[in-house]
């Protein structure tokens, strides 16, 4: 990969985005390989969870500069396929069957806001900024906004993205688009103890879990809701994993899946 680094070590993907140089800025290349790469991890029995990194003073910067200027003078159409790739890639990574924590160890703007809010799990640290500055430029945050609402919730939502202002982590963490806001030199160590938690959890469940969420989340409370519910904890309890897990608490043993990880 040109632009991402990939290390896998314990169960533990860590996809490092890797343009220092363009503070981590994204292009179609960029986006093309960070929905590759997830898609790939994804399928990977050897990965339990993915932490999404990067190298640099910033987290992600947003779109390209170079890449702007090319889309300057795209067509309606071809602004939609373009639009497509980046609608797709943030989908994957949402949508990723194991889990996904964002450390952010820098300035995160415009679509970069995108990539830490698709994650499942987000820790930046107290220096890191964070801006939705699309409509400076004539703009709106379209493709990122249904993770991005998820994320931070409507009334903040209005606000930024309106207002364009740079906010910080802590504000960050107030408005829950952030989980944890930690000192820089902790950074490391508090996304290895959730990578670690995430780990130690059985695959299938983690998997079922994410799912949860994204079909329970905002849905109606009614009748078809409370059935996908029921019928979800049935089948997961009558699993392998979920009976291998029922059956080691009970035996007060470590569960088959901690033995092969």
């Not at 994650?119 to 640290?125: L, P, T």
């Not at 107290?126 to 906004?145: D, N």
């Not at 879990?209 to 996908?228: F, M, N, P, Y």
């Amino acid at each position: 990969m040109k632009n991402l680094l990939l290390h896998v070590q314990g169960g533990i993907a860590t996809v490092t985005l890797d343009r220092p140089e363009m503070r981590n800025a994204f292009n179609d290349e960029v986006i093309a390989e960070l929905a590759d790469t997830f898609a790939s991890l994804g399928a990977r029995d050897d990965v339990r969870c993915i932490v999404l990194a990067a190298n640099g003073p910033a987290f992600c910067a947003g779109a390209d500069l170079n890449w702007m200027k090319r889309m300057a003078d795209y067509s309606r159409e071809e602004n939609v396929a373009d639009a497509t790739g980046l609608a797709a890639m943030l989908r994957t990574i949402y949508q990723c069957p194991k889990p996904t924590i964002a450390k952010v160890q820098g300035d995160v703007y415009a679509g970069g806001t995108g990539l830490v809010a698709a994650c499942d799990i987000a820790v930046a640290v107290e220096t890191a900024g964070f801006c939705l500055s699309e409509v400076k430029l004539g703009l709106i945050p379209a493709t990122i906004s249904p993770y991005v609402i998820r994320a931070m919730g409507a009334r903040a939502a209005h606000r930024y993205f309106l207002t364009a202002e740079r906010f910080s982590a802590a504000e960050a963490h107030r408005i829950g688009f952030i989980h944890e806001v930690v000192a820089s030199e902790a950074l490391d160590d508090r996304v290895a103890e959730l990578a670690k938690l995430l780990v130690n959890a059985g695959p299938a469940a983690m998997k079922a879990c994410k799912r949860l969420v994204q079909q329970v989340a905002g849905a109606e409370i009614d009748d078809a809701l409370i059935e996908s519910t029921v019928e979800q904890i049935a089948d997961i309890r009558a699993s392998a994993e979920g009976r291998e897990g029922v059956q080691s608490f009970l035996g007060k043993r470590k569960p088959a899946w901690l033995l092969a990880s």
